[in-house]
């Protein structure tokens, strides 16, 4: 979508080794969220970020950090990635509007 | 803890049919109530939204049925078309949560020719 981008949107690693997943948005918006999508569970957040520096645990956060240095950038990291982590990832951002814009997600594998 | 749950997970219309998708909810702080639809290989997209003071709401062929009472909502897709097949998420927000959504698990609409 117009003004929010995710990279990369395809990877393939390996059980152990470190991923960083990035969001970037010319929105300019407050709000920025890291869900994951995985059949019969919807989408469940992450973590999400209400400023730079600030952000907090979603209800799958396990596994996950995040950092939001500028307010365009959101970064998600898996420190060490596990099968179970194999999913889509989303990030979204919202205005004062309340309406999320969705990026076009990640594909991340696990093996 | 799933606040929002969705039924069915999965739904076959013909074309020209009525779709219907309906979410329930148990949080009453919640006070924000949109539906996204998302395309293969997309990220979901809004579709429609509605707040708890108004019954319902209608965009083009799209209708929200909102019941504060029996806190259940649902999405209704007035002559259903082929491009309407698609994955359907109904959400809620909470005053007191920020902007975070809760999302219900997700409808798979398939709408035949």
């Known amino acids: 979508d117009a003004g929010i981008t995710q990279s990369p949107r395809h990877k393939v690693t390996e059980t152990g080794t470190p991923v960083t997943l990035r969001c970037h948005q010319t929105?300019?918006?407050?709000?920025m969220y890291w869900y994951r999508q995985d059949p019969g569970h919807g989408l469940r957040l992450i973590h999400y970020s209400y400023g730079v520096k600030d952000t907090d645990k979603g209800e799958v956060s396990d596994g996950y950090s995040v950092s939001r240095s500028k307010t365009e950038d959101f970064l998600l990291t898996l420190e060490s990635a596990t099968s179970s982590q194999t999913s889509v990832y989303f990030c979204?951002?919202?205005?004062?509007?309340?309406?999320?814009?969705f990026g076009s997600g990640t594909r991340l594998t696990v093996v | 803890q799933q606040q929002v749950k969705q039924s069915p997970q999965s739904l076959i219309v013909q074309k020209g049919g009525i779709s219907i998708i309906n979410c329930a909810y148990e949080?009453?702080?919640?006070?924000?109530f949109p539906w996204y639809q998302q395309f293969p290989g997309k990220g979901p997209a809004l579709l429609i939204a509605i707040r708890p003071d108004v019954s319902e709401k209608k965009e083009g062929r799209f209708t929200i049925s909102f019941n504060k009472s029996a806190k259940q909502f649902s999405l209704h897709i007035m002559d259903s078309q082929p491009g309407d097949s698609a994955t359907y998420f109904c959400a809620a927000r909470s005053g007191d949560s920020g902007s975070r959504l809760t999302f219900g698990e997700g409808t798979q609409l398939t709408v035949n020719p």
């Open positions: 949080n009453t702080a919640f006070d924000y």
């Open positions: 979204a951002i919202s205005g004062l509007n309340y309406g999320y814009t």
């Open positions: 929105e300019n918006h407050r709000y």
